[in-house]
């Protein structure tokens, strides 16, 4: 897991943001547009090589948070309503809705997708970094 800032990936129609710190690596966008993320290219991250609408929603298949998008036409993730929760058997719980975290000392932000630590050791709490995997 790495601890650099978010990076963007932009493409024509869609930007890609990664936060390395949240992904948990569920694999989701690999499976989802191999042409866009390929971990063995550099930038692993090519938004161009789809159309922003696939981009958008393999993007928000990501259970984490890890990768968010922006698009060029302004249309955003609608997330469910109501929340869905999810546990996972040995890992995080999984939350997709509108939600807001906020925090001793930290701006409260709105979030649609997380995964929080189940177990208690994360060392990126609430976020969950596997550490109950290891």
């Given at each position: 897991?790495?601890?650099?800032r978010?990076?963007?990936?932009?493409?024509?129609?869609?930007?890609?943001?990664?936060?390395?710190t949240r992904?948990?690596?569920?694999a989701?966008?690999?499976?989802?547009?191999?042409?866009?993320f390929?971990?063995?290219?550099?930038?692993?991250?090519?938004p161009?090589?789809?159309?922003?609408?696939?981009?958008?929603?393999?993007?928000?298949?990501?259970p984490?948070?890890?990768?968010?998008?922006?698009?060029?036409?302004?249309?955003?993730?609608?997330?469910p309503?109501?929340?869905?929760?999810?546990?996972?058997?040995?890992?995080?719980?999984l939350?997709?809705?509108?939600?807001?975290?906020t925090?001793?000392?930290q701006?409260?932000?709105?979030?649609?997708?997380?995964?929080l630590?189940?177990c208690?050791?994360?060392?990126?709490?609430?976020?969950?970094d596997?550490?109950?995997?290891?």
């Open positions: 897991m790495s601890d650099v978010p990076r963007s990936y932009t493409g024509s129609d869609v930007t890609v943001t990664f936060d390395g992904c948990l690596h569920f989701e966008c690999l499976r989802g547009l191999p042409a866009v390929d971990v063995r290219a550099r930038p692993w991250i090519s161009d090589n789809a159309d922003a609408a696939a981009v958008a929603e393999v993007v928000e298949r990501c984490s948070g890890a990768l968010r998008h922006t698009r060029r036409d302004g249309v955003e993730e609608t997330p309503d109501p929340t869905v929760v999810t546990a996972t058997e040995h890992g995080p719980i939350l997709h809705g509108d939600l807001t975290l925090g001793i000392g701006a409260s932000r709105r979030e649609t997708r997380m995964a630590c189940a208690g050791r994360s060392a990126r709490r609430p976020f969950c596997n550490v109950c995997r290891d």
